[in-house]
């Protein structure tokens, strides 16, 4: 056994050596007190650990003998933060080194956000800015912008809006979209279109300032922050949601950022070639270095459903970026970590009262893809603003504040897969085991109408059955659920053979569901699930994926 001693409480607590460790030699290690209970006795809190050894042979934290822990859930987390740490340290992050990593960082302060955590979770904005610039004001080089597909245009347009919340129990997040040209009201400014939120009172307050007499520099700062309290009040009235940190990005940043991982993952159902953004990808799964991912996320032009689909292509990157981090390969390699660290500190804005430290914490948390990134609900993609003279994104607060709610309520429930379900997941095999012929061919077209993927189609050659039924590998299959309500509600019973992610109809001589000709339905007309229904308003454009963080396998996107 090891023991511990806490620095602020003085207890000691034993641990447990950890796998191939000298129980011969003497040890001795620090905890840095920050408020993070364990619950276990003896180690009240710890955020940070200076390991030594007597011998000053490197030491690795120990995992804590199991006692009287809360749950078997802390107990896993108490595990994964000393994996964490150890991570951490073996990786020369010692305290000192984080406060210099802090210290570089931009910091800002805004009256606007919130406490942090009073309302039962941590809700953060993060702001991508259209700027030539880095975080510190030093103008981007010339290959800098090149590599970048920059262009001269001087901007201060937030194009990428996003709300994330982590509730305060850790076991998931929600990162929210807000499209750049939706048509919102803000203070000041009335109607207008959110990415311009950030810009316009930003120069309306430095041409006010200036010409009050105020330096330029002093008015540069004054009004930057103006910008950002507009923005972020802004967002605050259109979700419901108070802001309770704030994150802001540029170009160069998001291409440090995602070299700084080591590329990202994507997949695109087509190829595309778009000069203007320097877009210039095959189809299918490819790797993206960080220019190539930024073009991948800036283009807007010759995309089916223009800025959501942008939207959506931001989504991917974050989710295949959210994916590296939670898999462990960034924080276990030194030279990744040192780049992400210096990629941070060139090209990040953040709030004052972050603790980075919480943000490593919370990393294990979200180990099993508890990360859903959806876009809030528009009324007309290709709306127009009220005098007419700009092309919008409208939508519509209210609805909005209830989806926003609806969607956090479910993700602190632990309900990230059924929220990214989508019929398109589930192939779906159609078996005739009923003389009718042709109702099979029915049936399957009915739920290819519906989203799901078409299967092979027949006769049923298994052992006959005198009930139609959902054959799937397992009762609460989310594939199956969804063609069973589909038909009619369908029992579901649980076939081995059938393979993952497909389902099999096997149709009995009872079966009167949609397809049959029994129930007064088209096979070839629409019956989808509500859920995944195109609506009826043909300017109110189909809720766009809910896209997770969880899985090796990129969604195909446009």
């Known amino acids: 056994m090891v023991q511990a001693r806490s620095l602020d409480s003085q207890t000691p607590a034993d641990l447990t050596i950890g796998a191939g460790y000298n129980n011969s030699v003497p040890h001795c290690f620090r905890v840095w007190h920050a408020g993070l209970g364990y619950g276990l006795p003896g180690v009240s809190a710890i955020s940070l650990v200076e390991a030594t050894e007597l011998n000053g042979v490197p030491f690795v ?22 994996v964490a740490i150890a991570i951490i340290l073996s990786t020369g992050l010692a305290w000192g080194k984080f406060k210099s990593f802090e210290n570089g960082i931009l910091h800002i302060t805004s009256p606007l956000l919130g406490a942090g955590g009073d309302d039962g979770a941590i809700d953060i904005l993060l702001v991508g800015l259209d700027s030539r610039t880095d975080a510190h004001g030093n103008p981007l080089s010339d290959d800098e912008l090149a590599k970048l597909h920059a262009g001269d ?11 994330v919340r982590i509730p305060n129990n850790g076991q998931s997040a929600t990162a929210i979209s807000i499209p750049r040209d939706s048509y919102v009201q803000a203070p000041g400014l009335g109607k207008t279109k959110i990415n311009g939120v950030y810009g316009q009172t930003r120069e309306q307050k430095r041409t006010q300032l200036v010409e009050s007499g105020v330096s330029d520099a002093e008015a540069n700062a004054q009004a930057t922050e103006a910008g950002r309290e507009a923005l972020i009040k802004t967002v605050g009235d259109l979700t419901g ?13 998001f291409a440090l950022i995602t070299d700084a991982i080591g590329g990202v993952d994507v997949c695109l159902k087509d190829a595309v070639y778009e000069p203007l953004s320097g877009a210039d990808f095959p189809a299918g799964w490819q790797r993206l270095n960080g220019p190539q991912a930024l073009s991948f996320v800036r283009q807007r032009h010759d995309l089916p459903r223009g800025d959501l689909d942008r939207v959506v292509r931001q989504q991917a990157v974050m989710a295949s970026l959210a994916h590296e981090v939670i898999s462990g390969k960034t924080l276990s390699s030194p030279a990744r970590l040192d780049a992400l660290q210096d990629a941070i500190q060139r090209s990040m804005v953040i709030s004052d009262g972050w603790d980075i430290m919480d943000y490593i914490k919370a990393l294990e948390n979200l180990a099993a893809g508890n990360v859903a990134f959806a876009t809030i609900p528009v009324l007309d993609e290709a709306g127009w603003s009220d005098d007419g003279t ?10 909005v504040q209830q989806w926003v709610k609806g969607l956090l309520n479910d993700q602190q429930q632990g309900k990230t897969e059924q929220l990214a379900y989508t019929p398109a997941k589930t192939t779906v095999e159609v078996a005739n085991d009923s003389n009718i012929n042709g109702l099979a061919a029915a049936v399957s077209q009915v739920l290819a109408n519906g989203g799901f993927t078409p299967g092979p189609i ?9 009930a139609s039924q959902i054959q799937a590998t397992k009762i609460d299959d ?66 766009s994926p809910i896209i997770t963080a969880g899985s090796n396998d990129p969604r195909c996107v446009n």
């Open 61 to 82: 934290p120990a995992v804590p003998i199991a006692g009287p822990v809360a749950s078997m859930r802390r107990g896993l987390r108490v595990v994964s933060t000393l």
């Open 153 to 163: 245009d001087v901007s201060t347009n937030t194009d990428t809006i996003i709300l």
């Open 241 to 253: 949601v108070t802001v309770d940190h704030y994150a802001e990005i540029g170009l160069l940043g």
């Open 390 to 399: 700009q092309s919008v994104v409208r939508v519509d607060a209210a609805q």
């Open 458 to 466: 027949g006769n049923h050659e298994g052992g006959h059955v005198t």
């Open 478 to 543: 989310l594939g199956a659920q969804a063609v069973a309500k589909q038909l009619g509600g369908l029992p579901i019973v649980v076939n081995a053979a059938v393979k993952p992610d497909t389902v099999r109809v096997v149709l009995a001589a009872d079966y009167t569901g949609p397809g049959s000709g029994l129930d007064s339905s088209d096979p070839t007309a629409l019956t989808v699930d509500p859920a995944a229904a195109r609506p009826t308003d043909s300017s109110t454009p189909p809720p």
